[in-house]
């Protein structure tokens, strides 16, 4: 999914030197943003095979790091058979209480890699806030590009509503508009 989340994973992706960096998501303007923010390669699943067109765009090996930013079954089922063998699957969206994923555990065991959620992006914020303001600094993190729209505070609800309709990536509220 390439909502605030998943191009912030994106925007991470292409920090740490990835070079084949791939976006999936069902809606053509969030994909767009994805490319804004260091994709190099976007699959629209609404009617694309995201797991094939995944393979095809690896050399059939898959992704070294699959990132499920959604947190739909289906959506981490697509991450864990598009990642390569040795590959890792991170489940960073946060699924409802009633979500359950099914898998042959014989998949588990035989693809190998690695399965992991992250809380929060595993963040320390003493010691990683920091670092990502010097990153914003050197102009090597473009935080600014995530904002979408500002708006004052009697606008929170109206913005909440946008950014479930997938309208903005973010929203900051800016107290004298």
Not at 88 to 103: A, E, H, N, S, W
Not at 136 to 164: K, W
Request: glycine content about 12%; overall charge negative; some cysteine.
């Amino acid at each position: 999914g390439c909502g605030g989340v998943g191009d912030a994973a994106i925007a991470g992706a292409k920090l740490a030197g990835a070079t084949t960096i791939i976006a999936v998501d069902i809606d053509d303007r969030k994909l767009e943003w994805a490319r804004t923010f260091g994709a190099t390669h976007t699959v629209n699943s609404k009617g694309t095979d995201a797991v094939e067109a995944i393979k095809a765009a690896t050399g059939g090996f898959g992704v070294d790091v699959a990132i499920d930013a959604v947190g739909h079954p289906a959506v981490f089922e697509q991450a864990f058979y598009a990642r390569d063998l040795a590959g890792r699957v991170v489940l960073v969206g946060v699924p409802t209480p009633d979500m359950t994923i099914t898998l042959p555990l014989i998949e588990v065991f035989g693809r190998g890699g690695a399965v992991k959620s992250s809380w929060y992006g595993d963040c320390l914020p003493s010691r990683d806030f920091p670092m990502l303001v010097d990153l914003y600094r050197q102009g090597r993190f473009p935080l600014e590009d995530f904002v979408t729209e500002t708006i004052g505070l009697d606008d929170v609800e109206e913005a909440f509503d946008n950014l479930r309709r997938g309208e903005v990536l973010r929203s900051v509220v800016v107290l004298d508009k």
